[in-house]
């Protein structure tokens, strides 16, 4: 049995291309975490309310999200929206006979499995061709495949490096979690790290011109 066989069972959809830039690039790179239902029915990221919400944000700071580069760590959704399964521990490893990238930091108590890693492998190699100024990390998972870290509610809002390329990266909250929560606290905070992540990328573009 090959690998994709063996992670048929993970996944109900994909994969979900990247949404590159339909206008001018303005060098603000939105990466979210796995697809969900609508993202599969429309066959792009960020479909239904869940887009709606993010674009609602984005044009509120004069932000037009066709000229931004949009993607997910992962290309497929999982099966029951459980980023879990795409991770294993070696208990499962043996159980499922499946096979682990041990070179990728560990992530909800596992390793990433094959050949879910060659999402992230492919989202860096699109974020290096691009060179975004801004990287806005929506979710915890977005901040894992970027920076290696998780706590998102420790970093939220920080300045952070990622190694995929040279810009800064910015998590922040999913639109589906705030969505789900309500939270007015972290809605003005999406906000807040929105705008950071916009007036970083306009002055890193005006240091060049």
């Not at 890693?117 to 801004?134: A, E, G, I």
């Not at 979710?139 to 495949?145: E, F, M, R, Y």
């Not at 970027?146 to 509610?153: A, E, H, R, Y």
Request: net charge positive; hydrophobic share 40%.
């Amino acid at each position: 049995m090959n690998h994709f066989q063996k992670i048929l069972p993970m996944i109900s959809g994909g994969p979900i291309e990247p949404q590159l830039p339909t206008k001018d690039f303005n060098g603000i790179a939105i990466i979210g975490e796995a697809p969900n239902e609508n993202d599969v029915i429309e066959n792009k990221p960020f479909s239904g309310k869940v887009g709606d919400r993010l674009e609602d944000t984005l044009s509120s700071l004069n932000i037009d999200i066709n000229a931004c580069l949009i993607s997910n760590i992962f290309q497929y959704r999982p099966k029951d929206d459980r980023l879990n399964l795409f991770f294993a521990s070696q208990a499962r490893v043996k159980a499922e006979g499946l096979t682990i990238n041990t070179i990728l930091p560990m992530y909800l108590a596992g390793h990433c499995i094959v050949p879910f890693d060659d999402d992230v492998r492919n989202l860096w190699k699109l974020l290096k061709q691009y060179q975004p100024k801004t990287i806005l990390a929506l979710g915890n998972t977005a901040l894992w495949g970027l920076c290696w870290k998780s706590n998102l509610n420790k970093f939220a809002g920080q300045k952070l490096i990622t190694q995929s390329c040279m810009a800064t990266v910015i998590p922040t909250y999913h639109p589906h979690y705030l969505l789900r929560r309500r939270n007015k606290t972290e809605e003005v905070a999406f906000y807040s790290h929105l705008k950071t992540a916009k007036e970083l990328a306009e002055r890193k573009i005006e240091k060049i011109l």
